[in-house]
């Protein structure tokens, strides 16, 4: 699981057209950086914590910006088979939306 969460870590879809001057910076870099600035916590970490609420199975990740906060969207498998979309605040983890994919 460890791997997945670091490829969906590097794959973050974050303000494509963010960037200093002409040279667009990439989705992990702005990641990286909030992280160092200590705007947003760690991927981790908020995985972690959400492992705790909804234990489950990632299988993707997002780093979004939502009425100008930086929003983790994380999809996972729950250990019953339901597919689930929380959408946490990436600086305090606190979960903002829960949604659960309908089966049919």
């Not at 494509?16 to 981790?44: M, N």
Request: hydrophobic residues 45%; glycine residues 6%.
């Amino acid at each position: 699981m460890k791997a997945h969460v670091l490829a969906s870590a590097c794959a973050l879809a974050l303000l494509s057209s963010a960037g200093h001057g002409d040279t667009p910076r990439r989705d992990f870099e702005i990641a990286r950086d909030a992280v160092a600035r200590g705007e947003i916590l760690p991927l981790g970490e908020v995985l972690a914590r959400l492992q705790t609420v909804h234990p489950g199975r990632v299988i993707e990740v997002e780093l979004e910006i939502s009425d100008d906060k930086m929003v983790y969207e994380v999809e996972l498998v729950t250990p019953d088979g339901r597919l689930i979309e929380v959408e946490l605040d990436a600086a305090t983890a606190k979960i903002l939306d829960y949604e659960e994919e309908d089966p049919s």
